[in-house]
């Protein structure tokens, strides 16, 4: 089930990424309010970018079936990490 969604891209002197990732799909991971940790998949939208290169349209969906769907709701944020590194904020639409 995929959703749409906007990332915010955290800034390197924030911790977060010199650039975006350049590929049309990412596999991040988010930590979820009871601690428990998922992997998700991220198609980017490549074809109409934002003017903020720290910003990306995006659709997500979590890599496995039995994952909490409903979670993403509407307005939900999620923190995106590569390992233990936060890399940025995504905000479902």
């Known amino acids: 089930m995929l959703?749409?969604?906007i990332i915010?891209?955290?800034?390197?002197?924030?911790?977060g990424r010199k650039k975006p990732p350049t590929g049309e799909e990412y596999y991040p991971t988010t930590e979820l309010e009871d601690g428990s940790t998922w992997s998700l998949a991220i198609k980017f939208d490549r074809?109409?970018?934002t003017h903020n290169a720290m910003v990306d349209h995006c659709e997500v969906c979590f890599l496995f079936d039995h994952a909490p769907h409903h979670l993403f709701r509407s307005s939900a944020?999620?923190?995106?990490y590569e390992g233990p590194r936060k890399v940025g904020a995504?905000?479902?639409r």
């Open 90 to 92: 995504m905000v479902i």
């Open 8 to 15: 915010y891209w955290f800034s390197e002197e924030d911790g």
């Open 77 to 80: 944020e999620f923190i995106l």
């Open 3 to 5: 959703k749409r969604a």
């Open 47 to 49: 074809e109409n970018p």
